[in-house]
C-alpha cells in the first residue's frame, strides 16, 4: 500500500506565480494539490469507518447504524477516487497517443 507521504512527494509541483504583479491575491489550488486533498480525504474516511468497525467488534459505545454509514461513505469515496484515477489515465492514454 502506497502512503500519502509518497503520494504527496509525486505530486508536489511548483506554485503557480501571480500574473499581475503588485496584486497580493491568493493563487489557485494546483490540480496537484487539489487532488492529493481529496485522497487524504478519502484515507481519512477509511481510516474512520475501520476504527468505528473496531470498536463495534470490540463491544464499543457505537451506533451500528452510524458504522454502516461510516463504512459506506468509505467505500463510496474510495469507488469515486478509483473512477478519478481511471479517467485521469485514460486522458494520459489519449494525449501520449498523439501524433505530432
Excluded: C, H, W
Excluded at 474516511?45 to 451506533?63: C, H, I, K, P, Y
Amino acid at each position: 500500500m502506497t502512503s500519502i507521504n509518497a503520494i504527496q512527494q509525486q505530486l508536489n509541483l511548483p506554485q503557480t506565480p501571480n500574473i499581475l504583479p503588485g496584486k497580493q491575491e491568493e493563487t489557485p489550488e494546483s490540480f496537484g494539490k487539489f487532488l492529493l486533498k481529496g485522497i487524504q480525504e478519502v484515507n481519512q474516511m477509511q481510516q474512520d469507518a475501520d476504527r468505528a468497525v473496531e470498536s463495534l467488534f470490540t463491544g464499543g459505545d457505537v451506533n451500528p447504524a452510524e458504522v454502516l454509514s461510516a463504512v459506506q461513505k468509505a467505500d463510496m469515496s474510495f469507488k469515486m477516487m478509483l473512477q478519478v484515477r481511471n479517467k485521469m489515465m485514460q486522458a494520459y492514454t489519449e494525449v501520449k497517443d498523439i501524433r505530432i
